[in-house]
């Protein structure tokens, strides 16, 4: 597949700082997850597109444990599987295309997306995502 091969290419290719959007912490999401939850430590958290970002580590980190992160690219779950190691067990780590009907049927208290609906150029793949959030 197309897409995921460039986003592969894109993480193994790149170490993990070097990419624009890397930030060695995203205290915004943090902060708006710490917000949305009302720091209820066991509110279930979805990262779509979550790559490599250090969010799942600081969201360990605060003692948040539903934890799924969902990524096209495999080699950017891994890098950040590796590195929160055994802390990440909880962790659900899915490697899927959001335009595809990949979500477990289940609700999320928070749903974080951090530059990933912005990655999709076609009105398609938006609206398949929009559809996949929606009635999975
Ligand atoms: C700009 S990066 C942002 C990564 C992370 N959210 C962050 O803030 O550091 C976009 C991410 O979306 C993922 N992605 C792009 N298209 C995707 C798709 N169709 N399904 C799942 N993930 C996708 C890429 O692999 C990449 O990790």
Request: hydrophobic share 45%; glycine share 6%.
């Amino acid at each position: 597949m197309e897409v995921q091969q460039h986003w592969e290419g894109v993480y193994t290719k790149k170490a993990m700082d070097q990419v624009s959007w890397f930030r060695p912490h995203l205290e915004t999401s943090a902060a708006l997850m710490e917000r949305s939850t009302q720091g209820d430590r066991r509110a279930s958290i979805i990262d779509v597109g979550g790559g490599a970002s250090t969010l799942v580590d600081d969201l360990l980190d605060l003692g948040y444990r539903d934890l799924t992160i969902v990524d096209i690219s495999q080699a950017a779950l891994e890098a950040a599987r590796r590195r929160v190691g055994a802390a990440g067990e909880s962790v659900r780590w899915l490697c899927a295309d959001v335009t595809q009907p990949v979500f477990p049927v289940r609700a999320y208290d928070v749903w974080h997306d951090r530059a990933v609906f912005h990655f999709l150029t076609s009105a398609s793949d938006r609206a398949a995502y929009i559809r996949n959030v929606a009635t999975d």
